[in-house]
């Protein structure tokens, strides 16, 4: 697990891990570089629970950065994600390390995904079928590549990922699907059915802020997959990433794009609130059409 300036949710996600049963783990947390509470709840609870270790980068490095950096350290034969403010459910642990100890040809694994709003109201779920999540994996048309249900529901072979080489810095968004599609290609993806994972989504959260962006790294990442299959380097690839950037006048056009997707889980549900964030998308971005039109429909 990675943080930065995650002090208001990092109890409760530490407590999620930490409170897991039947399996022997490690927790590996690096703190890039937090400038809030965060080090100082870390160093009071590795006190407490000595399976928590703790790694500092001394300034802000990035997600895949601090993802690298806490992989290199991890001992265990499989490597589980974990994102600061989010929730493993009880079992998750235990179900995903029985998931790959039973099925040898399998390097990749996931549960299921229950997302919810910051205010916590359910918005969605996200469970894959296991007959078709490995070819979706394995797709080089952008349209149909997908990945595991969340970033953070994953848990992989340890040996497999040193093998591809790991997180690459290259990919500052979609880190995680640039990981799963080399994965993939030393063995099977087989995801758990069951909601074993709680996410927020937010506007300030990367899946949020940078949907625009993951959409463009995705094509890159299908192409880098195209390349791979024909025995060809994929170099032009991580240069292309590389050099990839969000437009800054984009910036409140994708919070209010984010607000809109927010409001739209939650019409069915709670339309008062689907409203609110309707009027959230207005206000990041006042031309933004569709937004108009579901605010007025009430």
Request: glycine residues 6%.
């Amino acid at each position: 697990m990675a943080v930065y300036n995650g002090a208001d949710h990092l109890p409760k996600t530490l407590d999620s891990v930490l409170c897991q049963h039947g399996v022997a783990f490690e927790l590996v947390v690096v703190d890039d570089g937090s400038n809030d509470a965060s080090a100082a709840i870390l160093a009071a609870r590795q006190e407490r629970d000595d399976r928590l270790r703790v790694l500092h980068h001394e300034q802000n490095q990035g997600l895949t950065a601090a993802l690298i950096t806490a992989c290199r350290a991890a001992c265990g034969e499989f490597i589980a994600r974990q994102d600061v403010g989010d929730i493993s459910l009880p079992g998750r642990l235990e179900t995903q390390a029985r998931v790959l100890r039973d099925h040898p040809d399998v390097v990749l694994t996931a549960c299921g995904t229950r997302y919810l709003s910051a205010e916590g109201w359910p918005l969605f779920e996200s469970v894959q079928p296991e007959d078709a999540a490995d070819a979706a994996l394995r797709s080089t048309d952008p349209r149909r590549l997908r990945g595991p249900s969340h970033h953070g529901a994953t848990m992989f072979l340890r040996r497999v990922y040193e093998q591809v080489g790991g997180y690459r810095r290259a990919f500052r968004v979609a880190q995680d699907l640039d990981l799963w599609t080399r994965l993939v290609e030393h063995g099977r993806f087989l995801p758990t059915a069951r909601v074993l994972y709680e996410a927020e989504i937010s506007p300030d959260s990367v899946s949020g802020r940078q949907r625009a962006r993951q959409r463009a790294m995705t094509r890159l990442i299908a192409r880098a997959c195209a390349l791979r299959r024909k025995g060809e380097n994929d170099a032009p690839i991580l240069r292309a990433a590389e050099v990839s950037r969000l437009r800054p006048g984009l910036r409140r056009l994708r919070a209010a794009e984010a607000y809109y997707f927010i409001g739209s889980c939650l019409r069915e549900t709670r339309p008062e609130a689907a409203s609110l964030y309707f009027r959230r998308a207005l206000r990041s971005f006042p031309l933004h059409g569709k937004a108009w039109l579901r605010w007025l429909a009430g």
